[in-house]
C-alpha cells in the first residue's frame, strides 16, 4: 500500500469511529421529554426530603438538594444604598461595593482574584488559608476604594454570593454540604462558611464589615434579574414586563432556582413554615443544585467517556449532570475521545505511544471550552481556526481529515450540553405552571455564566431543545432570556439588604 493509500485508508477509518461516536452523543425529543418529567419527580421528592445528601451515588432517593435560601421575596428595582458583595466562584473570587440607585440600576465597584492554585484541588490547603485569603483581599479592596466609610460605629453589610452547595438554616448562615467544581478543601465541609469569613475578616481588623447574607450564585443571578427587570437594553424601562420564574448559571458549573410556594417546601422545619407564613410570606427562592440531577444515571445520555469521567471525578458527590453540560467538563469530554481515538491507532498517528503525546493532551482540564468555542464556528475550508487552536492551546499539530473529525466532535458534545441545559427550564416551567399565568404566561429566565453567555450558538441551540421538549414550540417562543449582569455582584447585595 503506498503512503497515500494509507492516509486515506485511515482517513476513512477515522470518519466512520467518529460518526459512531457522534451518534452516541446525540439526544431526541423522546429523551427530552423523559429527562424532564424525571427532573419533576426529584424536584418533588427533594422539596419532602429533608436530608441533604444528593450528592451521594444512589442519591436519587432522596431527589435534588432543593435548597431553601430564606430569600422570600422579589426586589422591585426601587431598592436603594450601598453594600458590599463578595462572590466566590469556580476559580474567581471577587469583590464589590454596590451602590443600589432605586432606580433599577446600579453602580459597581469591583476587585478581581483568580484563586490561587494552593487552594484548588489536591492541596492541603485549610478552611482558614482559604478565608484568610479571602479576608485579605476584601482588606486590600476596602482600602483602596473605600477607606473613607469604614468606620466603628457605622458597620457595612455584606452580602456573601457562594457558587457551591450549602445547608441553609437562615438567611445568614450555611453550612457546605461538599465542594464542587476546582475548590476541595475538605475541612470546611459541615462548617458555616458565613462564621469561618467573618472570623478571618475580624482578624485582618474588618470588625465593622459584617456577613449578613449567604447566597448562592444562581439565586443572585434571580434577584438581580427582578431588580433589574423591565430595562431594555438601551436603559430605558420597558412597557411591557414579564415575570422572572428562573436564575441560571451555565458556566464551570451549573444550576438554577425558582420561587416556590411555601406550603410546598415540606422539609421546611414546622416552626419555621409557621413563622414564615404568619410572617406573610408566601413562597421563597429554591436553590436546585441541579448539577447533581440523576446521580442513579437512570435516564441522562451517557456515553463510555461519560463513564470514565463520571468514575475519574466522582470526588465532588456525582454531579452527573453538570458534567455533561458545565463548561469545566466540555473540554474534558473531548480530550477523553482524542485519547481514546489515539489509543486505536486513528488520529494524532505520529505520536506512536500514549506516553509520546504532548503533555496537555494527557493532562485533565487542560482542554478549556475556549478552545472548543473557537473550533465550533470555524467555517474556513481548511479549517485553519482549528489548527491555531490546537497548535497554540496543545501544541498539537493536525492534518485536515483530524481537524474535520474534531470539529464534529466539538459540535455533538456542546450540542448535547445545550440540549441537556433545556430540560430543568423546562421542568420548572412545568412545575410552576408558569407558561399559563399572569402577562399572557410570557415568563423571564436570568442567566448568567461563561457559556450561556459566550458559546457560540449554545442559547439558541437550548432554544431548539426547548421547543422540542413537552413545552413545544408555543412555550419556548414565550420564554425570554435575559442575561443578569454583574449577577453575583449584584445579588449578594440585594440579599445583603433584605437581612
Ligand atoms: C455548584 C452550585 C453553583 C453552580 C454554578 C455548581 O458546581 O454546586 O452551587 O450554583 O456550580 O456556579
Not at 476513512?12 to 427530552?32: D, G, M, W
Not at 485553519?384 to 473529525?405: M, V
Not at 466532535?409 to 408558569?434: E, G, M, Q
Amino acid at each position: 500500500m503506498s503512503f497515500d493509500d494509507f492516509h486515506k485508508a485511515n482517513d476513512a477509518k477515522l470518519l466512520e469511529e467518529v460518526s459512531q461516536i457522534c451518534s452516541s452523543f446525540e439526544v431526541n425529543a423522546e429523551q427530552l421529554k423523559e429527562m424532564t418529567s424525571y427532573f419533576i419527580q426529584q424536584m418533588e421528592i427533594g422539596l419532602a426530603n429533608n436530608n441533604n445528601n444528593e450528592g451521594t451515588i444512589n442519591g436519587n432517593k432522596a431527589g435534588l438538594a432543593m435548597i431553601p435560601s430564606y430569600v422570600t421575596s422579589k426586589p422591585n428595582g426601587t431598592e436603594e444604598g450601598l453594600f458590599m458583595a463578595a462572590v466566590l466562584g469556580g476559580m474567581n473570587f471577587r469583590i464589590c461595593s454596590v451602590q443600589l440607585n432605586g432606580d433599577h440600576t446600579f453602580d459597581i465597584k469591583q476587585a478581581k482574584t483568580r484563586i490561587p492554585d494552593y487552594l484548588m484541588e489536591g492541596t492541603d490547603a485549610t478552611s482558614d488559608d482559604l478565608f484568610g485569603f479571602l479576608a485579605r483581599r476584601t482588606s486590600a479592596f476596602i482600602n483602596k476604594f473605600h477607606s473613607d466609610i469604614m468606620k466603628p460605629d457605622t458597620p457595612l453589610k455584606l452580602g456573601f454570593t457562594f457558587s457551591y452547595p450549602v445547608d441553609q438554616e437562615s438567611l445568614n448562615s450555611g453550612t457546605l454540604i461538599r465542594w464542587t467544581k476546582g475548590l476541595n478543601i475538605p475541612d470546611t465541609v459541615g462548617k458555616d462558611v458565613v462564621q469561618l469569613y467573618q472570623e478571618q475578616l475580624t482578624i485582618v481588623g474588618l470588625n465593622m464589615v459584617n456577613v449578613v447574607a449567604l447566597t448562592n450564585d444562581t439565586i443572585g443571578t434571580f434577584l438581580s434579574l427582578c431588580y433589574a427587570q423591565g430595562i431594555t437594553t438601551d436603559g430605558q424601562v420597558s412597557g411591557e414586563i414579564s415575570e422572572p420564574v428562573i436564575g441560571c448559571i451555565f458556566g464551570t458549573g451549573t444550576n438554577g432556582c425558582y420561587m416556590e410556594k411555601i406550603e410546598n417546601i415540606k422539609k421546611l422545619p414546622d416552626y419555621i413554615r409557621e413563622r414564615l407564613i404568619h410572617e406573610g410570606k408566601t413562597e421563597m427562592c429554591i436553590n436546585i443544585e441541579w448539577g447533581s440531577f440523576d446521580n442513579d444515571n437512570l435516564v441522562l445520555p451517557t456515553t463510555k467517556y461519560d463513564i470514565d469521567i463520571d468514575k475519574k471525578y466522582a470526588r465532588n458527590g456525582g454531579q452527573l449532570f453538570e458534567k455533561r453540560v458545565s463548561g469545566m467538563f466540555l473540554g474534558e469530554i473531548l480530550r477523553n475521545v482524542l485519547v481514546d481515538l489515539h489509543s486505536k491507532g486513528l488520529i494524532l498517528t505520529q505520536f506512536r505511544k500514549h506516553d509520546q503525546l504532548p503533555h496537555r493532551l494527557k493532562t485533565p482540564f487542560q482542554l478549556s471550552s475556549e478552545v472548543l468555542a473557537r473550533i465550533e464556528i470555524d467555517d474556513s475550508s481548511t479549517l485553519r481556526e482549528t489548527e491555531l487552536s490546537f497548535l497554540q492551546s496543545l501544541r498539537l499539530p493536525t492534518t485536515l481529515a483530524e481537524r474535520k473529525a474534531i470539529q464534529s466532535l466539538v459540535r455533538v458534545i456542546s450540542r448535547r450540553s445545550a440540549y441537556l441545559a433545556s430540560v430543568p427550564i423546562s421542568a420548572i416551567l412545568i412545575k410552576t405552571n408558569a407558561l399559563n399565568k399572569k402577562y399572557h404566561g410570557e415568563v423571564t429566565v436570568g442567566y448568567d455564566g461563561s457559556i450561556i453567555e459566550l458559546y457560540p450558538g449554545f442559547k439558541s441551540m437550548m432554544r431548539q431543545a426547548l421547543a422540542m421538549g413537552p413545552i413545544g414550540p408555543e412555550g419556548e417562543r414565550k420564554t425570554h432570556f435575559v442575561h443578569s449582569k454583574d449577577s453575583g455582584s449584584a445579588g449578594g447585595a440585594l440579599c445583603a439588604l433584605v437581612a
